[in-house]
């Protein structure tokens, strides 16, 4: 019995943190056989530097590895009422994907707070 249990509690482990995939058809660019991971956050900058958490979030890794991570949000902290663009140049700092840390990375916020975060790992 207490066998039957174990087993069945695993299954139920490997259903849970398996990544969802999508049966939709690809999107442009995109490989089918794709995963597609919504709704676990991610963290952004403010207009500041400092760090907000959003949970707007999709990533997309594809069959020959690379992953695409886009965040977005509103009302993000804007102290410049002015549009800022941050990346890996501007910054020094690295966005972590699934698959690890990545230089390619850009991060838009307008002037009403609206952010749109996206990390590139090839």
Known sequence: MRKTILSAACALSLVAFSPPTSGEA??????????????????????????????????????????????????????????????????GTRCWTDLGPTTEWHQTISASGNSTLTCFFR
């Not at 919504?38 to 949970?55: E, I, P």
Request: proline share 5%; charged share 20%; aromatic share 4%.
């Open 26 to 91: 690809p999107a442009t660019g995109e490989v089918r056989g794709a995963i597609h991971i919504n709704g676990l956050g991610c963290g952004m900058m403010d207009a500041d530097g400092g760090s907000v958490w959003v949970t707007s979030d999709r990533a997309v890794i594809t069959p020959n590895g690379k992953e695409r991570i886009t965040c977005k949000a509103k009302g993000i902290p804007n102290s410049s009422r002015r549009g800022i663009q941050f990346n890996y140049e501007n910054t």
